[in-house]
């Protein structure tokens, strides 16, 4: 993830770093709302297990793979399946706050950027979980697919949806593992200059398997956030690369330089255009200061006629 930053860029990157207890109060803060907006979707079971049929109906409609195909793959393996469900469990949360940490420390404005983009789309997510309850495929018996989390561990919800005191298991679209892992390979991408910088792109491949192998979430909750993730990308533009630090040099010597009214005789073009030679890096000015009369040396020749000097 290594890039090269020169030392204008750094000093712009810590001057664009937002307060450090500020962002720690304002990314606990949202998880908060998040956590408590989920809590409020819990309790509308049959509209979730209908809604839940309504999806697995459309995806064979329109011939979409078939999760329980995945599943069986998946189950040629106990641990296999283990690792899965260690995945799912593990990786989601954690890998995006060392994404944000990251991004925090080296690239101050793709931090900025990252954040709004998934604040947006958690926002985007908790409205869907309030309007649209969803029963996850694993709860949906005529889907023939099994809870692997609670057969085969470990699983991080409870043994049945009332006695889950920490999470809303009825909050299945979209899916947020989905939605997070890609941000965070697009992050990536952006922030970085490796060549291998697009191999975080097997974090949400790996990730759209393990949920829907592990029938936490059908392919329709993982489309809904690609396509939540790509409105909220189309709205909330990356600023350009080295922009903040061009305006911060000329602005600084534009402010260094005379102001053109306390300058006699130099009007304010002229100091605005030597001030941008200075930011330009050119070694002179383009058009050097003319010589005063005072300063240029004497030629006059003394008159001599032919009888000798006068």
């Known amino acids: 993830m290594n890039a090269r930053i020169g030392p204008a860029e750094r000093k712009q990157g810590s001057s664009a770093r937002p307060p450090l207890v500020r962002e720690l109060l304002l990314v606990v803060g949202l998880f908060l709302v998040y956590k408590i907006g989920r809590q409020l979707a819990d309790g509308r079971t049959g509209e979730a297990f209908g809604n839940a ?31 899965a469900n260690t995945y799912y469990a593990t990786v989601h949360f954690p ?3 060392l994404f944000l940490a990251w991004l925090y420390w080296r690239r101050p404005v793709h931090y900025v950027w990252s954040r709004r983009v998934l604040t947006a789309l958690t926002g985007a997510a908790l409205v869907l979980h ?14 023939g697919l099994i809870d692997t989390g609670r057969v085969f561990g470990p699983s991080v919800y409870g043994a049945s949806p009332a006695s889950d005191q920490l999470s809303n298991q009825y909050a299945a679209m979209p899916s947020l ?14 922030a970085t200059r490796s060549r291998w910088r697009w191999l975080w792109l097997l974090h949400p491949l790996l990730t759209l398997f393990v949920v829907v192998s592990t029938a936490n979430h059908y392919w ?41 009214t306390e300058v006699r005789g130099e009007p304010e073009a002229k100091v605005r255009s030597e001030a941008e030679v200075h930011v330009r890096g050119d070694s002179e000015p383009a058009d050097p200061e003319p010589r005063s009369p005072s ?15 006068r």
């Open 53 to 83: 049929r309504h999806v697995w109906d459309f995806e064979r409609a329109v011939h979409l793979p078939s999760e329980t195909a995945v599943q069986g793959a998946l189950l040629h393996s106990d641990t296999l399946v283990h690792v």
């Open 95 to 97: 890998a995006t706050v």
């Open 130 to 143: 309030l309007t649209v309850p969803l029963a996850p495929p694993r709860m949906l018996a005529s889907t």
């Open 177 to 190: 593992h989905v939605g997070w892992a890609l941000m965070v390979a697009v992050g990536l991408i952006v």
């Open 220 to 260: 329709l909750d993982a489309i809904v956030a690609v396509a939540l993730l790509g409105v909220a990308l189309a709205f909330i533009r990356l600023p350009r690369r080295g922009s903040l630090i061009v305006r911060s040099s000329k602005d600084a010597v534009v402010a260094s330089a005379p102001d053109a």
């Open 295 to 309: 300063s240029a040396p004497d030629r006059t020749v003394p008159l001599v006629s032919s009888g000798g000097t």
